[in-house]
């Protein structure tokens, strides 16, 4: 555990920032859901209002674990801080992109061909893109991650 401030590499600061970040945003869609849950007649939220509630907690979660990995990790802190602040950006992207979605209630999968957000669609591969991106950052990073602390750990 981390006892002073001072202490905190860049990289698990900047985790540990967005950790909060990401729990305040779960926290506030908790209220936006629960405001669609009271006056609806069906008590449902849509669907992506849903979505961005609950990955804005988990994604909070995962930050902390980003936290202690790139706090231990043996890289240099420059690539700590790019392992860290890649998957942390597609978290906010995609909790960005459900939460639009839940407030446009556009969809209820946004993979549904055509893909569309409000009445703009998408060009024909930009989600697939995105998600590919998205696999690159956020396992990469965090395998860059685990992999420094195996280093320091002197298991690799």
Do not use: C
């Not at 506030?28 to 939220?45: C, E, L, N, P, S």
């Amino acid at each position: 555990m981390i006892a002073d401030t001072a202490e905190l590499r860049p990289a698990a600061a900047l985790a540990l920032v967005g950790a909060g970040l990401f729990f305040t945003a779960g926290l506030v869609t908790g209220v936006w859901k629960y405001a669609h849950i009271a006056r609806r007649g069906d008590a449902q939220a849509p669907v992506y209002v849903d979505i961005a509630h609950r990955a804005a907690l988990l994604y909070s979660f995962a930050a902390l674990l980003l936290v202690q990995f790139a706090q231990l990790s043996a890289w240099r802190e420059t690539t700590n801080l790019w392992a860290t602040a890649l998957p942390l950006a597609f978290f906010a992207v995609a909790i960005l992109g459900y939460a639009l979605h839940g407030w446009l209630d556009d969809t209820d999968n946004q993979f549904r061909r055509p893909q569309r957000v409000g009445r703009i669609a998408l060009p024909k591969h930009a989600l697939l893109l995105f998600m590919l991106l998205l696999v690159i950052a956020e396992i990469g990073g965090f395998l860059v991650l685990f992999a420094g602390l195996l280093r320091a750990l002197r298991l690799l």
